[in-house]
């Protein structure tokens, strides 16, 4: 049986064909209280909305601005200038050095990473914005730490046996931060040395790691080309405390999302079920235990990003509704056709 997240929850905003019929959106992004992004393998488009409170509607959504890159976009993380209140975008793109964009999707700057090796560009595949002083780029056997302000940076090397590091998350409150990769290590390293304190290996590549601000020493792990995401305690990570199940099969990032106080986890899947796992009260203050809730959004949509706006508690579905599903195995003909055909739209929630 399939429950409702809320009674109330409802699509309240959809627009098909959102961008060209070719085009596969590869995520979305609240990046205030009327506007969020939507990026493709190419491109992104910032959409500005207006929602009406009374209402629980949206009155207008329209296109702003659009920035094109020449290679296709690893990855993204909004960026703050230690000195204005400016929101920029930084992006990670396929031998390109880093750009950064302003909220007008402007080009601001760019540049490369560890100028002095001989390699034209470390092309970097994640890049995150460390709230704590240090925007962080990982790559191919590559991890740098660098301040976007002053250029300083600190570049490590690391043994190519890691392959690409896809992923990194720290906490101020532990002395270590981690490091997933594509070759499904899970790596600790200390912090100020940068030394790798411990190895894990895991049953499929690592592409997405939380650590957890409201529950002490708990970390969410992503896997690519898995149907499930898991918890882990950072003190043993050989297992973990629970198994979430997804379906969703993709080398994409895993695409789940938590509110402020961590209290649930919203994700997507390719049946197009939106699901929300609730923590519920502790088990011997160890073991975290779940609840799961669905909601259906529609027939064939695949969910490929998802993401939540706190204050009016919207959330933005991306999906791609496969036209394949519609055709017989023996039409041969209209099968290289139909790849084309697949429709990528966004819808918003109210929750």
Do not use: H, W
Not at 268 to 291: C, P, Q, R, V
């Amino acid at each position: 049986m399939i429950n409702k997240i809320k009674e109330d929850c409802k699509c309240i905003f959809s627009l098909e064909n959102s961008m060209n019929k070719d085009k596969y959106i590869q995520s979305s992004k609240f990046i205030s209280d009327d506007s969020f992004l939507l990026f493709n393998e190419k491109s992104i488009i910032k959409y500005n909305y207006v929602y009406n409170t009374s209402e629980n509607s949206i009155e207008s959504i329209n296109s702003k601005n659009q920035f094109t890159e020449n290679n296709y976009i690893y990855d993204y993380d909004m960026i703050y200038d230690n000195n204005t209140e400016n929101q920029y975008i930084c992006l990670c793109s396929k031998d390109n050095p880093i750009r950064i964009i302003n909220n007008d999707l402007l080009l601001v700057k760019s540049f490369s990473l560890e100028k002095k090796m001989n390699e034209k560009y470390f092309s970097s595949t994640f890049v995150k914005f460390e709230e704590f002083g240090m925007n962080i780029f990982t790559g191919k056997n590559f991890l740098s730490k660098i301040d976007l302000i002053s250029e300083k940076e600190i570049f490590i090397k690391l043994d190519k046996n890691y392959n690409y590091l896809s992923c990194f998350d720290y906490n101020n409150r532990y002395s270590c931060y981690f490091l997933g990769s594509y070759n499904r290590n899970i790596l600790i390293c200390d912090y100020k040395t940068d030394k790798i304190i411990e190895i894990y290996k895991k049953e499929k590549p690592i592409n997405e790691i939380k650590l957890l601000n409201t529950r002490p020493y708990q970390i969410l792990v992503g896997y690519r080309n898995s149907n499930y995401f898991c918890l882990f305690d950072i003190r043993k990570m050989n297992q973990y405390i629970n198994k979430l199940q997804r379906n969703v099969l993709s080398t994409k990032k895993i695409n789940f999302v938590l509110d402020k106080e961590e209290k649930n986890i919203y994700s997507g899947d390719l049946n197009g079920n939106i699901i929300k796992y609730t923590f519920n009260k502790e088990i011997n203050d160890k073991l975290a235990n779940f609840s799961s809730e669905k909601e259906n959004i529609g027939i064939n949509k695949c969910i490929t990003s998802i993401d939540l706006q706190e204050k009016n508690n919207l959330l933005i579905i991306t999906y791609e509704k496969n036209k394949l599903m519609d055709i017989e195995k023996e039409d041969l003909e209209n099968l290289e056709a139909a790849k084309i055909k697949n429709e990528c739209s966004f819808d918003m929630y109210k929750i």
